[in-house]
């Protein structure tokens, strides 16, 4: 059995990123970024939530035996924007390929994700609703952004 342990550094380098995200990308304030909810009851894993009007944001990072046993995983289980088709959704999973990266984070896996969501993965290279690898998502966000770049 692996012994997954997140420390303190690791929790606020995601809490750090995902408020930038929010002031940056979804233009909120930086007092209402920092009402993001963090979560840890245990040293394995934690969750991050933001949520105000229609952007929603929960996350779940850690050991989560569901997507992949005893491998770090980071899962999207509520994910939406007030402005769709804005770059926010692919902004989001690059930022968390380059924790992902720097924590050694196996997979990011979308929990029921809707339709219009789906979709999305579909062109970011996902298989069906299945977790995706992060070396192998960030690779296809490149592409995708290479593609969209030519067309």
Known sequence: MLNIVINEA??????????????????????????IDLFSFREDYFTLQFKKGLDDL????GDYSYTAPEQKSIVISRIGFRKSHSGSGTELLKELCKLGQEFKYDWLYIECPNPGCQEFMKKLGFKDTSPISIHELKN?????????VVQ
Do not use: C, M, P, W
């Open 10 to 35: 690791e929790r606020a380098a995601f809490f750090d990123t995902l408020k930038k995200f929010i002031v940056e990308k979804l233009g909120y304030s930086l007092k209402q970024a920092s009402s």
């Open 58 to 61: 929960y996350l779940k990072i």
């Open 140 to 148: 296809s966000i490149q592409e995708y952004e290479n593609h969209k």
